[in-house]
């Protein structure tokens, strides 16, 4: 298989990125996810049959090789900016939500089972907080985070080190009902996470990484004023709060 035209054409944006080696597999790993359809690292490998490389230097790729994920999307705004129908425009708009990445089977690092509205059911996912761009002509990512679940004896940990108090006749929800202790220490969590402020670092949630990337996003472009708009998920009271008196842009939630 050779490369297809629109990677030939703008895989240049992202050569400083990667070392030569890297920038190679790069190329071959983007391609592969634009023709195949669900195929692993080995089916993708296998597709570039005329130039047949071992697995290995694939997954080197995605695993070790030191690029920046960062600069990669730096380079992918490059892209944007260069096709005028792409181009970020002054009647954009910006829009926060999650997404669940949904897999079979558990063997995945940092997943977890979490509730899909569409199904009605719970699902082994993992769940991306994404900061997008749309106008009447093109939208896309501009920024986002994997959410990672909590780790509640971290978290316990942490509270009662603060002395943060908690009932002691919630000790039993542990082994007789897991999901209710979750909820009860982030609940505990939620209205102290302020006071003291080191309560903060205990666990990113979905809600702190929106606004992290919001804050990252109006901190590389502060002439950027575009409207934000979300769901009734982030349409919270600290979310709009912190929109409105520190990032200083209008919003609208439902």
Not at 202 to 215: E, F, R
Request: aromatic share 12%; glycine share 4%; hydrophobic share 40%.
């Amino acid at each position: 298989m050779a490369l297809p035209e629109v990677v030939a054409q703008y895989a240049p944006f992202c050569a400083d990125v990667f070392s030569a080696e890297a920038f190679s597999e790069f190329k071959r790993y983007i391609s592969g996810l634009i023709v195949s359809e669900h195929k692993p690292v080995e089916g993708i490998n296998r597709l570039f049959v005329f130039e047949s490389r071992n697995q290995s230097a694939l997954n080197r790729l995605l695993t070790v090789s030191p690029f920046s994920l960062a600069a990669v999307n730096q380079a992918r705004w490059a892209v944007l900016a260069s096709v005028p129908a792409t181009r970020r425009k002054p009647k954009g708009v910006l829009s926060v939500d999650d997404t669940l990445l949904t897999h079979y089977g558990q063997d995945f690092e940092q997943i977890v089972q979490l509730f899909d509205h569409v199904s009605g059911s719970y699902v082994w996912a993992h769940d991306l907080v994404t900061l997008h761009y749309s106008d009447d002509d093109t939208d896309y990512p501009l920024r986002f985070q994997l959410w990672r679940p909590v780790d509640l004896a971290q978290l316990e940990q942490g509270l009662r080190a603060a002395q943060v108090p908690l009932k002691a006749s919630k000790d039993a929800l542990k082994e007789t009902a897991p999901r209710k202790w979750r909820g009860y220490l982030l609940g505990v969590w939620q209205r102290r996470q302020k006071q003291p402020p080191e309560l903060r670092d205990l666990y990113n949630s979905k809600l702190s990484i929106a606004q992290d990337l919001l804050q990252q996003w109006v901190t590389a472009h502060p002439a950027d004023a575009a409207p934000v708009t979300f769901d009734n998920w982030f349409t919270q009271p600290d979310c709009c709060r912190f929109l409105d008196q520190t990032l200083h842009l209008p919003y609208v939630g439902s």
